[in-house]
């Protein structure tokens, strides 16, 4: 029974090792709402087993391309912060690496990061195009802090490389 126990206790910390940290901007100011994200790549099993990129520090992302053979998945994780009140978070983030047209991969985003909470998230999974050449991931959001009405319109171009 220890040696079970032992174990899971191991692989929880293993586990928590290994974990990535939700990026934050490097210079954050108090009460504006932003968004960060985390690109990663796997296979069928695992659509995160590989880190591609984040949004800080940012990096150059670059995914490998799907072969008949060997299909690649990536999971594309958004953190939405919150503003110290609740703060909704609205549009559409488009993501053009993913296998198939654009229109197909165009997530409509209504999120609320509840005053007591810090953090909302939302991830996206599918297969990677197997045509290589440079996509985008694409932000058009507003972000509204409900007890003042302020709005910060989000605006955002991730150029992903899929070789």
Not at 93 to 116: L, Y
Not at 138 to 162: G, N, R
Request: proline letters at 6%; a negative charge.
């Amino acid at each position: 029974m220890r040696n079970g126990s032992l174990i899971v206790c191991l692989a929880a910390t293993m586990l928590s090792a290994c974990a990535r940290r939700v990026p934050e901007p490097a210079i954050t100011t108090p009460g504006v709402p932003h968004v960060s994200w985390i690109i990663m790549s796997g296979d069928l099993d695992n659509p995160d087993r590989e880190f591609v990129c984040q949004s800080e520090p940012r990096t150059e992302c670059v995914v490998p391309a799907s072969r008949p053979d060997s299909r690649v998945l990536s999971d594309v994780h958004i953190y939405y912060h919150g503003a110290g009140a609740e703060t909704r978070y609205e549009g559409s983030i488009q993501i053009g690496f993913f296998d198939g047209s654009p229109a197909a991969h165009t997530v409509k985003t209504n999120m609320v990061v509840k005053k007591a909470e810090s953090i909302m998230n939302q991830s996206v999974s599918d297969i990677v195009t197997s045509t290589p050449g440079t996509y985008s991931v694409d932000f058009a959001l507003v972000a509204t802090v409900t007890d003042t009405k302020k709005t910060q319109s989000i605006q955002e171009k991730i150029q992903i490389v899929v070789r």
